[in-house]
């Protein structure tokens, strides 16, 4: 394979996905590390609850409200919204043609922030759970993005089985009519998790923010010059006939670590087929995608035999958009995790990343080969 | 002022320095913070020399080579750089239609990485130096900048004194013609510095990497549409005339927390009139340089009564490029700090700044009332 050579040689890589490149030196593994550790508990020593933890069913969150006892994923408004669904009204003033309106540029934003926790049990994650119980999970979330949805995406046709509705869950239509739902997860204090209770949050706004909109004009501009065909899907299936990057995969989800990864163990988790959102899933479908979240954190979680952090979020079609966004866009899913050689070691993206460009050190090829490697039971089962 | 409304409201703001926007939360601040916290040595405990640092003045470094006993910053090949002069040659496959060529395409990197250090004395910080200290560090710069200019390059034609380089430096005409040189410094544990010696780094490259070409985009689209002015000169004027934004100034230099910042206390470095690189700054310019730095890393310390981490670094004109770009380019530098709140606790952007789109919690309104507050002496020199 004559792509060998980019194990020793520095090099870019393009990532079509967002139309940019980052910068591949896979031999700088070697320096040696005097900097900064995290701190590694590799035992889960928590309660199973927690009775200060603002996210156990029974206690009071931080305005008072208490949560109910819940059993499934349970949903509430952020108490610290970022975004809020009323605020006072701003209006940029002074002619588009001034430099105050070019240089000076504000717009107003409105929406709503979610909490979802993933379980009750305050001392489990992703990778504790399996497929069937991550599957609720997935269930909450197609709730949440198809109650969002505007009645003139042709998405919105599609109904969603309200079952999994509980009493005290705060899914209700928005005021307005919201373009973005960003559905993310920050798991562990390096992430800047502050609540190790297993949770994520959902943020949706007026505006497309700057992620997906690069995805979405990549997205369009590939479907237009490819006779209608994903980006994704044909992406996928490069990826299966080379084989060495994929980590995981069942019928619906492939899992592999991108040729274009930035973090050190970044992986993406892709719909084969050609899936909008998370309403285009069917039941056996969603099981799948609940099955390669489970695969993705527990090889994690193996990997340093560590807790594993990492930031992780589903990008799929926009709220509200025009046919060709919701035609062109392409559910997945991302991983992001900072740490590269152990528990207590990340890589830090910082000085020429934030300056010039990402660069990462080990090759996506050699991460896939170690995340293929680490499947099987989750390390802390074995753990006394 | 109706701007005012933005301390409560959340908006977003347009960075037309990139082209991107980022969404402000001003409300944010208010949430507890039950997360991660920094470890923080609030003293210096630093010896001024330490034997086993491979930056100080006559120790031995990773590969045998023995530092000199150098009194003036001095400079390096960098024992693990990220991309070198030489490596073997790499020629992607493919026809360029194919979905191969497309999706996972790869280019090779060549280049050099040096470290300078800022001082022989392990124990002081760029915080610590006067502007007159700081002055041979710009020297520096100045001198690896231009050493490394394509001979076709409008600005290869200044000459840069020589005075500065001492026996074991080791700026030389490079190899090779590249495009890019990014210097940079990552301070602190929590940006990634494995090594507290004061100093910094310089990567240059082949290829013109994602960061200028998204600035020189927008300055060149700035230029053409504004009969010829810069976008950071027409910032500049307007930032002086607004005030509440502006750090520290000098003759040359104005220091603002950015309209657009993305970090807490993120700043700018700007040159008032339009310079293209180090090589156009006349002897004065370049102390106003150096003093500008000095206030900006003494503010930095005086805010949290702590060695403040940041990672900094200098944008101006590409080594090689069409004189449209060496003439758009606008000399200035940036600061990215993480910290928030206080010396232990910091912004971290993760799951939705990475999934949608930067989110800052304080204005860079309040950020800048803040570092306007704080000049001064260095807080350390009071402390017993
Ligand atoms: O080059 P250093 O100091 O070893 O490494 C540091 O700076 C580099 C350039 O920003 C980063 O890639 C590394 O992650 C960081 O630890
Ligand atoms: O919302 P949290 O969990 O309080 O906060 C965390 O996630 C947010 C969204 O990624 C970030 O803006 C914060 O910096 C981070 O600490």
Redesign the interface.
Known sequence: M??K??D???????N?LRG??????PH?T???????QEVSPSKNTLPEYDPSCYLCPGNKR?QGDINPDYKTPFVFVN??S???EE??E?KQ?GEPKD??S??????????KCYVLTFSPSHNVTLADLSPAEILPVVHTWTQIYSAHLSPKSPLSAISVPKTVTRAGNAISAPNAQYK?M?I???KG???????PHPHG?I?T?T?L????TLELEQLMKYRHEHGGKS?LT??AK?EME?VERIVFQNTSFLVVCP?WATWPFEVMVISKEHKRALVDLNEAEKLDFAEAIAEVTRRYDNLFETSFPY???I?QAPLEGTDEEIEASHFHM?F?PPLLRSATVKK?L???E??????RDITPEQAAARLRDCGGELYRRYLV
Chains 1, 2 share one sequence.
């Open positions: 004559p792509e050579i980019l020793d040689i520095s090099h870019r890589r393009y079509p940019t490149w980052l910068l591949v030196s700088r070697k320096r040696p590390w005097q900097g900064q931080a108490d610290y970022a975004v809020k605020q006072a701003y003033e430099l105050s070019l240089l000076l540029r504000a717009d107003a934003v409105t929406g973005w960003q993310f997860e920050n204090a390096a992430m800047g998790c502050s609540n949050q943020w706004t505006g923010p700057e992620e997906p980006l044909d992406y490069l080379k040729w930031s992780s979020g990008h991302h992001y830090f910082v000085g020429y934030l300056m010039a460009e990402p660069q």
